[in-house]
Nanobody, 125 residues
Framework: VQLQASGGGLVQAGDSLRLPCTAS????????TAWFRQAPGKEREFVAT????????AYADSVKGRFTLSRDNAKNTVYLEMNSLKPEDTAVYYC???????????????????WGQGTQVTVSS
């Protein structure tokens, strides 16, 4: 499966952005789909993930209550709705997909086999 992430940009603190990730070349509904982010000089970190097979959605504590992950299987797209953005949310955001994650691994980037190209989100104070 190929993933295409988009929607990044430069915004001010408190603003909102929506990042779509569109998949092609696979049965999208079979995949757990996640967002990770990586800030300069830092490791890639988990943001959110969703899986119909596992059942439900999980969020990093740092974004819980501000970010919402949703998916539209008919459009092969997942959306990361980001509200109340903070400067510390600045990073390159990557979407990823996997058929092999389980509940104990679905926050771990090493268990995702397919990655989009990343989209830059910059939040100014």
């Amino acid at each position: 499966v190929q993933l295409q992430a988009s929607g990044g940009g430069l915004v001010q603190a408190g603003d909102s952005l929506r990042l779509p990730c569109t998949a092609s070349g696979g049965a999208f509904s079979r995949y757990a789909t996640a967002w990770f982010r990586q800030a300069p000089g830092k490791e890639r970190e988990f943001v959110a993930t969703t899986s119909g097979r596992i059942g439900g959605t999980a969020y990093a504590d740092s974004v819980k209550g501000r970010f919402t992950l949703s998916r539209d299987n008919a459009k092969n797209t997942v959306y990361l709705e980001m509200n109340s953005l903070k400067p510390e949310d600045t990073a390159v955001y990557y979407c990823a997909a996997s058929t092999r994650v389980i509940l104990s691994t679905w926050r771990n980037p090493n268990f995702y086999d397919y990655w989009g190209q990343g989209t830059q989100v910059t939040v100014s104070s």
